[in-house]
């Protein structure tokens, strides 16, 4: 099966830049990388504070400062006062305490802002100055593009909070996350392509054994998106115990006929099911993957066995994470421990796909 993601076969060190040049634009999309995970910690504190939406305007060029005056805070917390959230919610809120809701989401806006900089003003000062390695201008382009569509993501995700509920859609947040989830990986792969390139002439390993590698990647990813269904539907706040559900393996009612396909998506039970059937799922094929690297031992190159200690050290810690933060019913350093940790698996499959390649022909 082939990643979820099909990235540029840029494995070898890029020509037509030197060595000092690739070092400085691998550091710069390292810093991308770092900022964007990041953003997801700053994402999943507002998700789980509940505070994603207290700013009801969207101001993308005039909202950097927060409000500055008395008469400024009056005016936006009369306006989330006119939303659903409040109305339903958090009635009889005070101004203390929605500031500090506010502040959650204008920082997300703001870190939202800050990745923009940080990418653009150096790949533009790279592509002056002749220092882009052959081939990463469309990457750039590409990357720069998808920053801007995430933006927009992220505004139409918000906007679904407004109409006649407490929280933003599932599925729009689905999105907004699978989109940062890409990013991140894409900027990952450029900057180990440019940072820690696999060496010329590497084979590539097997090809079932590459397999197994990219169903590890797929089957995570897809757990991501299935965790961010959870999130956006509070489904981690019901069945709060393991390993059963209601006593037993399925808790009953489970699967509501007037739903039909929509259990899969709407149904806090199902939902909250799904996501622990895929855990499980990760966590096998991470274990089958690293079993069959253990059984090739020497036939596979090292940074391969590294890369899969890696997986199955970081899988096994994210479902132990994800245990305890059901049972604690989704306390805040737990919840956003998860979130991080999803990312690093996430990542070391991004990692074991790559060295799984081996270097371009």
């Not at 958090?90 to 806006?109: D, P, S």
């Not at 489904?235 to 399925?250: D, K, R, V």
């Not at 190159?301 to 994800?322: D, E, N, Y």
């Amino acid at each position: 099966m082939r990643a979820v993601f099909n990235f540029p076969a840029s494995g070898a060190a890029a020509p037509g830049a030197d060595a000092r040049d690739r070092r400085a634009v691998g550091l710069w999309l390292a810093a991308s990388a770092l900022m964007v995970f990041a953003m997801m910690i700053i994402g999943a504190i507002t998700r789980l504070t509940e505070s994603g939406l207290s700013m009801v305007e969207w101001r993308p060029l005039i909202g950097t400062l927060p409000p500055l005056t008395d008469a400024e805070w009056d005016r936006v917390f009369q306006l989330y006062r006119q939303t659903s959230q409040y109305q339903l919610m958090n009635r009889g809120m005070e101004l203390a305490q929605f500031k500090e809701i506010f502040f959650w989401e204008w920082f997300h806006r703001l870190w939202g802002r800050l990745i923009g900089l940080v990418f653009a003003l150096p790949f533009f000062w790279f592509l002056i100055r002749g220092r882009l390695p052959a081939g990463y201008l469309k990457h750039g382009v590409i990357l720069l593009a998808l920053g801007g569509l995430q933006g927009l993501i992220g505004a139409w995700m918000v906007e679904s909070g407004f109409v006649d509920r407490t929280e933003v859609s599932q599925y729009r947040l689905a999105v907004h996350l699978g989109m940062a989830f890409l990013i991140l990986a894409y900027l990952l792969w450029l900057t180990l392509s440019l940072l820690w390139p696999v060496e010329s002439g590497r084979p590539a390993a097997p090809r079932g054994h590459r397999r197994l590698g990219a169903w590890c990647h797929a089957i995570v990813f897809v757990t991501v998106l299935s965790g961010a269904l959870v999130a956006g539907s509070r489904a981690g706040f019901i069945y709060n115990e393991w390993p059963t559900m209601g006593g037993g393996f399925l808790p009953s009612p489970f699967w509501d006929p007037a739903l039909g396909w929509r259990n899969l998506f709407e149904n806090l039970a199902v939902v909250q099911f799904d996501h622990r059937i895929l855990a499980y799922l990760s966590v096998a094929v991470v274990a089958g993957f690293w079993l069959w690297t253990q059984a090739l031992g020497q036939d596979v190159h090292r940074r391969v066995r590294w890369a899969a200690h890696a997986m199955m050290a970081g899988v096994l810690l994210q479902a132990a994470l994800g245990v305890a933060t059901l049972l604690s019913i989704v306390w805040l350093p737990l919840g956003v421990l998860h979130q991080a940790g999803a990312a690093i698996v996430f990542c070391l499959t991004i990692w074991a796909v790559k060295e799984l390649r081996g270097a371009p022909q």
